[in-house]
């Protein structure tokens, strides 16, 4: 079964808010940054995945990434590699992002990604209170990429 990539509009703000949501994501400010979001679909339409950014001034904060169980991990890194090049288009300079889950830690490092101190983070992620939740999660740990 085929996947296609593309950037999400503003049309799909409440479906991906569903999906979001089915995945028990935070679904706050996907609104204002949908333009800064991927999509993947199989060929019937069906949202496969979707990963966003939010943007920090000239930095980003990857999530809400959310996968089907049909997602393999060839599409998995596909969908990366697609959020990196949007970073790049948008002239953000370093990306950053977060996971409890150890277990990622080697894709993400894969990816080029290099873990960091939590006490290290720039003032800028402050800011997001998307950060602010992930600050209060036990295990929780950040990553960084420079662009």
Same mark, same amino acid.
């Given at each position: 079964? #085929? #996947?296609?990539?593309?950037?999400?509009?503003?049309?799909?703000?409440?479906? !991906?808010?569903?999906?979001?949501?089915?995945?028990? !994501? $935070?679904?706050?400010?996907?609104?204002?940054?949908?333009?800064?979001?991927?999509?993947?679909?199989?060929?019937?339409? $069906?949202?496969?995945?979707? !990963?966003?950014?939010?943007? !920090?001034?000239?930095?980003? +904060?990857?999530?809400? +990434?959310?996968?089907?169980?049909?997602?393999?991990?060839?599409? +998995?890194?596909? &969908?990366?590699?697609?959020?990196?090049?949007?970073?790049?288009?948008?002239?953000?300079? @370093? +990306?950053?992002? @977060?996971?409890?889950?150890?277990? @990622?830690?080697?894709?993400?490092?894969?990816?080029?990604?290099?873990?960091?101190?939590?006490? $290290?983070?720039?003032?800028?992620?402050?800011?997001?209170?998307?950060?602010?939740?992930?600050?209060?999660?036990?295990? @929780?740990?950040?990553?960084? &990429?420079?662009?």
């Amino acid at each position: 079964m #085929a #996947a296609f990539i593309r950037g999400a509009v503003a049309e799909d703000v409440e479906r !991906l808010t569903s999906f979001l949501a089915e995945a028990k !994501l $935070n679904t706050d400010g996907l609104a204002e940054s949908i333009d800064y979001f991927l999509i993947m679909e199989n060929d019937q339409g $069906n949202v496969k995945a979707t !990963l966003g950014i939010e943007p !920090l001034g000239t930095m980003g +904060l990857l999530r809400s +990434l959310a996968v089907t169980k049909e997602m393999t991990e060839n599409e +998995l890194f596909i &969908l990366f590699e697609q959020i990196l090049m949007l970073a790049k288009d948008r002239q953000l300079q @370093s +990306l950053y992002l @977060s996971s409890n889950k150890k277990t @990622s830690l080697a894709f993400f490092q894969l990816l080029g990604f290099k873990e960091m101190n939590r006490l $290290n983070l720039p003032e800028e992620l402050y800011g997001s209170d998307h950060v602010k939740h992930i600050l209060t999660v036990d295990n @929780s740990f950040f990553l960084t &990429l420079s662009l």
